[in-house]
């Protein structure tokens, strides 16, 4: 099920790195986008995805998208079998669990 959220992140003087900024494959290669932060106090990297009428859609584990990394500093996200419709915009946030 996909979902629609709004985020706003406040970060002070923190700085969230994903890499590469751009990227190009072929149709079934895999993609692999990388993210990394500095911020001890964040222990959870997210993913997410532009939608088509500029929202963003939370990206879970599926069968084609792959998390994995340490929250507490770095995060891999790999979508395997591209297919035309993974082109977009992809960004990552780095942010602490609240209980």
Known sequence: M???ISL?????SQKVDQ???D???KLTESAVLTCS????????ILWYKRSDDNGFLFLEFMDKIVMSG????????????????????YFCA??????
């Not at 706003?8 to 002070?12: D, K, R, Y």
């Not at 340490?70 to 395997?80: A, P, Q």
């Open 2 to 4: 996909k979902r629609k």
């Open 8 to 12: 706003l992140c406040l970060v002070q």
């Open 19 to 21: 890499s590469p900024p």
């Open 23 to 25: 990227l190009i494959r």
């Open 37 to 44: 932060h500095s911020d001890q106090g964040f222990d959870l």
């Open 70 to 89: 340490n929250g507490n500093s770095n995060g891999l996200f790999t979508i395997k079998n591209l297919a035309s419709n993974d082109s977009a915009v």
């Open 94 to 99: 780095a942010c602490y669990t609240m209980f």
